[in-house]
C-alpha cells in the first residue's frame, strides 16, 4: 500500500507536507520521499529508506535541505517514490499509489517496440511503476489524456499526485475509486490527501473527495476539473475494516465506528447461533482487531479486556523485517501477557482478518501456553478467498499463500474450487467443515467469520459501490 499528501501554498509549505505525509505512516513501511518548487530554486526532490526508522527520523532535517511553496510527498510499500521526470510535458515530480499487473506487458508493447525510450532497472531488473505511469502519460499532449488513458491502459489501480514545474498540482483518482483521493483548503492554501485526518491538524477544511476517475488541477486559490468522474465506483472493503487508520473517514464512513458496528453484528451472530457464550474476556489481536472487539464486546456483554499488550518501542511493526520466519519471531517477542487475564480463563478475540494464519497460530499457541482454557477466534471480514489484485494488501503471492484456499485443498483437492460459496458460508456442510479443519489445525475452540452480508452492513455503503473480489471474485 501507500499514501501521499500535496500542497500548494502562498507561503513555504515544508512543514505542511512533512506533518501530512508523516499522518500515512500507517499505510507503509519501504520508502518515503518528498518533493518541492520554488520560485527561485525549481524542483527538488528527497527519497529515504524507512524499513528500519520512522519517516520522522529520515527526514526529520528537510527543513534545512529542501524548500518551497507547493510539495508532494509520499509514503510508499513498493517503489522509491516521488520521482522527477523530463518530459515533452515538462519537468514534473509524481508519485502514484495502487499496482500494475501488466508492467512487463506495457514495457514491451507501449514503450519499447514503440520506440518510446528505455527505463533505469531496480534490484531484480524491476522497473519502478511510477516512472512507467510517467512514461504513459508522457506519450500524450496533456496530462489529462495521458493520465486517461495510463488509467485505462493498465491492469490494476493507480491513484495520481503530480507537482508541476509552476507549483501547481495534478491529482487523480483510480477510475474504479478503489482508493480515496481528498482535497482541502484553508486561506492561503489547497492540498490533496489519501487520508481525510490529516486535514484537521494542518487547519484544512475538506471540500471533498474526488470520484472515480476524476482529474483536477490545483492552484492555491483554485481548483479546476480536468476530467469529470465515472459512474462506476469499487471502493476497497479493507480500507474500513483494516489498514485505514481509527480517525479516517472514507466517503463519508468512519473507520472506529464502522469497526464498532461490525463487532456488534458478529455478536448477534455468535449469539443467534448459540457460539462462544460462556467467556470470560473479549479481546482483540492488537492492532486493528481491537476496535472490533470492543463493539462485540459491547454488544454481548462481555468484559472487554487486553490480555496481552504489544511491546512496540523498538519494533513498531511486525512486518518490517523481510523473511516471514523474521516477522514471526518479532511477533513473539513483543507479545507481553498479562497473565490474571489469561490463566484458567475462557477467552474470545476478534483478528481484523486471516490471511496466511501465521502469526495468528503462533498468538493461539501463545496464550495457551500462558494458561488459557480456551481461544475461540472471530475474523472481522469473511474468508479471503482470492490475493488482492488491485492493490496487493495482503502481501500473499499466489492462492495456496491463503489460509483458507490451503485448508480447501487439504479436504478436497481441485474439486473444492466448484464449491468456494459454500466454503464462504458457515451455514453450510463445506462451510462447517472448513472451520472445523481450521480450528483442528490451529488449536482454536472454535471460529468464525465474518459474512458478507454483515461487513457491507456494518460499512453502510451499497453493495455495488464495493470492492469485495478477495472474499467472494467479483470484480
Known sequence: MGGFFGITSTRDAMVDVFFGVDYHS?????????AA?????????????????PFRTKFEHIFNEMEGTSAIGCISDTDPQPLLIRSRLGVYAICTIGIINNADELIREHIEESGWGYFDSMTGGRVNTTELFAALINRYDTFEEGIQNAQKAIDGTANVLILKEDGSLIAARDRFGRLPVVIGRREDAHAVSFESFAFGKLGFEQIRELGPGEIVHITQDRISQLAPAGDKKRICSFLWS??????????????????????????????????????????????SGTPHAIGYANESHKPFARAFIKYTPTWARSFLPSTQAERIEIAKMKQLPVRELIEDKDLLFVDDSIVRGTQLQETVE???????????IRSACPPIMYPCKFLNFSRSNGE?????????????????????????????????????????????????????????????????????YCWNGKE
Open 242 to 287: 483494516y489498514y485505514g487508520y481509527p480517525s479516517s473517514t472514507y466517503e463519508g464512513v468512519n473507520v472506529e465506528m464502522m469497526r464498532y458496528r461490525n463487532g456488534a453484528i458478529m455478536a448477534r451472530n455468535d449469539e443467534k447461533n448459540g457460539a462462544a457464550q460462556d467467556i470470560d474476556y473479549v479481546g482483540g489481536v492488537p492492532d
Open 37 to 53: 518548487y520554488s520560485p527561485t530554486v525549481g524542483l527538488q526532490r528527497k527519497i529515504h529508506n524507512i524499513q528500519n526508522a
Open 366 to 376: 501463545f496464550l495457551y501456553e500462558t494458561g488459557a482454557r480456551s481461544v475461540h
Open 26 to 34: 500507517h499505510l507503509g513501511a519501504h520508502r518515503a520521499g518528498l
Open 400 to 468: 495456496m499463500d491463503l489460509l483458507v484456499r490451503r485448508m480447501i485443498q487439504e479436504l478436497e483437492g481441485k474439486a473444492g474450487l466448484d464449491h468456494l460459496d459454500e466454503y464462504i458460508d458457515g451455514t453450510t456442510e463445506r462451510g462447517k467443515q472448513l472451520r472445523a479443519a481450521i480450528c483442528e489445525k490451529m488449536h482454536f475452540a472454535s471460529l468464525e467469520f465474518q459474512t458478507l452480508d454483515g461487513i457491507i452492513e456494518a460499512i453502510g455503503l451499497p453493495e455495488c459501490e464495493l470492492c469485495t
